[in-house]
């Protein structure tokens, strides 16, 4: 079936099966690979990618529910060269290692920062709370948000 | 092994009349798909036989959240985090709120529907120990029309339901009766976010004169179905919460649970979880 969406502000149509996962639409026909699968259930957040201003595990979703939808990948985040404060925190505090979480990591962030600009401690695990990271312990990552919101 | 896309076929109606129109042409074959949160999961270990799915997300006849002065009606495609930010839902059915606050994590809250938790029918599913305990109704329609039933009753055995494959589960009320209520919902499971609870349990009671009056009590994870276990409200009613209560409703509710062994738990750590709840709940209604 013909799909047209929104992807980063571009109009793309494309020929696919419905049933096809959004993810996999992402990466293989618009090879836009900085969304990343990790456990392709749900469960670990590498695949999360903005719908219609709501994050979602893109592995979830099939492409047949996207029809007229706006989505923003991690390629859409910075602006003109200039890198989103949460994706700039992240390089300056050490948030992102191996970086196969980090695509994930930072749109919950910025998510998290567009619903509530000042979010407590909480707040920041609850809003993370669906991403999973192997490498960092969280700490970094955890302190990488505070300081975006903070400039 | 993953599945193989071209295999499935997901048609989206344009109206629910036309999604109906289809379920009764040709019965058994459609499916509906909403979020996507479970079906998705199968879909991509391999394990979905179905094939052939109606996609309801877009139908705006199932969304909404309607308020009158004895009931709430909330659409069948009410996401968790719909549930979460309702003010109604907020103030009067907190449990429910909590139920969603801790299913998955933010992304699957945004897409997880209430509808498709209740007739995905998993026995550890968050909302329905909840929609048990608020005493809920379910609507579901057909191209024949409409009918209301308790959600009680509901679920027959392991994913068996009393909904013939014409009908589509749109609508789910609750009673605004909750009003002096005590209420009580707790999910134990490996972590606060994503984890499938071990053992759940929401409970309603009011106290009149310090004796138990109307105790609604409902359980995840301890038996094929979501279960409202109504021997051991019938244990409470009418008695103070003393330990001489909590007592006899506990043993009460060891008879009512059938926990079993699985990857998730033990059934002998989920019954004494369940009875822990249980004087959890009873403890707090007497303080």
Redesign the interface.
């Known amino acids: 079936m013909l799909i047209t969406f929104n992807v980063n502000n571009e109009s793309r149509t494309i020929d696919i099966?419905?049933?096809?996962?959004l993810l996999d639409v992402l990466r293989e026909q618009l090879h836009l690979t900085g969304t990343k699968e990790g456990c392709?259930?749900?469960?670990c957040?590498a695949c999360?990618v903005m719908?219609d201003g709501?994050?979602?595990?893109s592995?979830?979703?099939?492409v047949?529910?996207v029809?007229g939808s706006n989505i923003t990948t991690i390629e859409g985040v910075a602006q003109n060269d200039q890198l989103h404060t949460v994706q700039q925190a992240f390089i300056d505090h050490g948030g992102a290692q191996c970086g196969i979480c980090t695509p994930g990591m930072v749109l919950?962030a910025v998510?998290l920062l567009n619903r509530n600009p000042e979010p407590s401690e909480d707040e920041i695990r609850?809003?993370l709370?669906?991403?999973l990271c192997r490498c960092t312990g969280y700490m970094k990552i955890f302190e990488s948000v505070v300081r975006a919101y903070q400039k | 092994m993953?599945?193989f896309?071209?295999h499935?076929?997901?048609?989206?109606p344009s109206s629910l009349a036309d999604a109906l129109a289809l379920l009764k042409s040709e019965p058994g074959v459609w499916k509906p798909?909403a979020?996507?949160?479970d079906l998705?999961?199968l879909?991509?270990?391999g394990k979905l036989p179905h094939r052939n799915?109606i996609?309801i997300?877009?139908l705006k006849e199932l969304r909404g959240i309607d308020v009158t002065d004895s009931h709430i009606t909330l659409g069948a495609l009410t996401t968790y985090?719909d549930v979460q930010t309702h003010p109604v839902l907020q103030s009067e059915f907190p449990m429910l709120c909590q139920a969603a606050?801790e299913t998955?994590?933010?992304?699957?809250q945004?897409?997880g529907t209430l509808g498709g938790n209740i007739v995905n029918a998993s026995p550890a599913a968050d909302s329905p120990p909840a929609l048990l305990a608020y005493d809920a109704e379910i609507e579901l329609v057909s191209t024949d029309g409409s009918r209301w039933l308790p959600y009680q009753g509901f679920h027959t055995g392991y994913k068996q339901m009393l909904i013939a494959p014409n009908e589509l589960l749109v609508r789910v009320r609750m009673p605004r009766n909750t009003r002096g209520a005590t209420q009580y919902y707790r999910k134990v499971g490996t972590r606060?976010?994503?984890a499938i609870s071990k053992v759940c349990l929401a409970a309603v009671a009011k106290l009149d004169h310090d004796q138990i009056s109307d105790a609604r009590i409902a359980l995840g994870s301890v038996a094929p179905i979501v279960i409202r276990c109504v021997q051991t409200e019938n244990s409470l009613r009418g008695r103070k919460p003393d330990a001489e209560t909590i007592k006899s409703a506990c043993a009460t509710l060891s008879h009512e649970i059938s926990p079993i062994d699985d990857i998730r738990s033990t059934a002998d750590y989920r019954l004494q979880v369940a009875k822990n709840l249980l004087t959890d709940f009873l403890t707090t209604l007497r303080a």
């Open positions: 099966f419905p049933m096809a996962r392709g259930e749900g469960e957040g999360t719908l709501q994050i979602v595990n592995c979830l979703v099939p047949a529910q029809n919950a998510d609850t809003g709370a669906g991403n | 993953r599945a896309v071209p499935y076929e997901l048609t989206t798909f979020g996507g949160t998705m999961v879909l991509e270990a799915y996609n997300w877009s985090t606050s998955g994590g933010l992304a699957i945004n897409r606060k976010a994503q």
